[in-house]
């Protein structure tokens, strides 16, 4: 596999942590070890409250949360990087050629050690398969291919990357 960088992205709850999950399966499949994270609901009686961080080698954190005592806010949630933090540090100290991240987005931007690993990924010899939000597409675009998925393609996007990363 070659040093790919792949970002996905489209409108919120389209799947594009479904395709990361799917991708991270197929890889696994064909024997290609990664690290990373991805991110969650948190829900209490039906009603979302927060994001867990789920690391892929069995880190877990809460990225935001609505009783979090913080200054940082993305519409109601109040947002602590510090378990994003301790995850990087994780993932930094992985010998993975492929590095999973989901999800580039405004809460996870909040944290300063994040930005500088996401720029430092995009410029290194490993292989990024990340999820980003729509707003930011445009700060990766010249550094990574980015697939825009939605209803129409959703389903076959995990085939999609794994053909880039053979390519």
């Keep these: 596999m070659k040093s790919k960088k792949i ?10 942590t479904t395709v990361i999950k799917k991708t991270v399966h197929r890889l696994r499949e064909m024997g290609i070890t990664s690290d990373g994270f991805y991110t969650e609901e948190i829900r209490e009686n039906g009603a979302r409250v927060g994001f867990r961080i789920i690391g892929l080698s069995g880190f877990e954190g809460v990225l935001a949360h609505v009783n979090f005592d913080t200054n ?8 602590d990087t510090g378990d994003l ?18 999800e580039i987005g405004k809460m996870e931007m909040f944290s300063e050690k994040f930005r500088e ?22 700060r990766f675009k010249d550094r990574a291919e980015v697939i825009r998925i939605g209803i129409e393609n959703r389903d076959k996007a995990a085939d999609l990357i794994l053909d880039l990363l053979s390519e």
């Design 7 to 16: 970002l996905i992205t489209g409108r919120p709850g389209i799947g594009k």
């Design 72 to 79: 940082l806010r993305v519409g109601r949630y109040f947002v």
């Design 117 to 138: 690993f996401v720029d430092e990924l995009l410029e290194s010899d490993k292989v990024v398969i990340g999820t980003v939000g729509e707003r930011l597409v445009g």
């Design 85 to 102: 933090d301790k995850c990087i540090d994780g993932i930094k100290k992985s010998e993975s050629e492929t590095v999973i991240i989901d």
